[in-house]
């Protein structure tokens, strides 16, 4: 029987229905739950003890978070699925966020660092959520558009995606795009529908995943296969929230920026900026190597502790380096824009990078709002997506 469910959000005061799922997800749903209840182990007084049980307890169908990033299983993306080979192949494991996650949540010097509770709880939430969910919401995305045919799959690994970045509106994925949105400025326009909150990235994530679906109905599996896809659009947009995080984080690790920024003090800054770096550093490594050097370079050195050399080559190195690879992860500078400044009503800490204005294949794909769903959608599509 086919389930037909939808889910009422309540994001930034906006109380909508967003996505009709196809099947059951109540699992997936509950994956959130799990990330809520890891959250609140690890809150004012830490229990490590309970923050593990939550972490592996398992929800329906044998889900866990700690082994979120499991493939090849049955009903499962396969091993093989893109982004998740990428980051495989980066850190030689498929266990990788649990190869993090799980020394820190034993142990306050795993890795050979020295760890508060603070920086702990951190590393241990950004690395589940931004390593863990969120690639299990990348492959599957990935997932869906590789199983086309077989339109039960593929529906149904859509409704995963969705169900697994929506589940925790206070500490899922979702959420990070909320948070980040208003700190560079990019908050989805007043006409837009903002059934899925403020943020830029959420508005045309929820598009888009609403544009896939009626594509995989509707069976046309051309649509979604080559570059410039849905998926591929999806995927990219979904590391919008976590490039600003990174590069918010390495702004305020550099000792020759800390002034502008005034609350930040500077360590749990470092421990912040590795844990987004880490869940966006093998896709980097991949567009060019260099880069991801520049990377671990700067914001890796969590074991020199708060006394350390941190953002050795300084803040506009980062930037320069990060917004190079914009285009090789199919984002672009206003995607990403800037941090918003403090003392200066709609002016930013940097100047964000320029866009090409030449028309290309990809630029039609990236253009902004609706243009990008123009090429490839049916008239019945258009007409639901004007309603
Ligand atoms: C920590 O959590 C465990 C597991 O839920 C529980 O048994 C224990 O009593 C908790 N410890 C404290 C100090 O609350
Ligand atoms: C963790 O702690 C919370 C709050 O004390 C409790 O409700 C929950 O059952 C605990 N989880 C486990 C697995 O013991
Ligand atoms: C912060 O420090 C930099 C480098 O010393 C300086 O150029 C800048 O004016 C300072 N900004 C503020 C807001 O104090
Ligand atoms: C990789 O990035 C470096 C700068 O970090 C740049 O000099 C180099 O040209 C880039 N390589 C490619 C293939 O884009």
Redesign the pocket.
Known sequence: MKLFATLCLLVGGVDSQLYSYQSSVSALLDIGLQIEKVNAALGSSANYTNATLEYESTVGSGLSLRYILNCGQPQLPACTTEPFSTHVSHWFSQDYMHSFVGPILSDATAHSWTLDDDARKELIMKSMVLEGVLMAVQARVQASADTCSNTQTSLRFLDEAWALYSGSLSDGPIRLAEKRAPQFLTEAAIHEDHSAGQSRVNVRLLETFKMMQSLVQSGDCSSLSGTNTPASRIISLTRVPVIQGMLREAFESDP?????TGGADGFIEVVEGWAFTRAVLPAIDACNASVAQTLERNLGNIGLGPAGAHVPDGFDVVLEAVESTYSCLGIRCDDVNAMADP?RTGQTLWEPCTDPTTTTTTQVMETSGSALLLPMLSVPLLALLQA
Request: charge should be positive; proline fraction near 0%; charged fraction near 35%.
């Open positions: 020759g920026r800390r002034n502008v003392w």
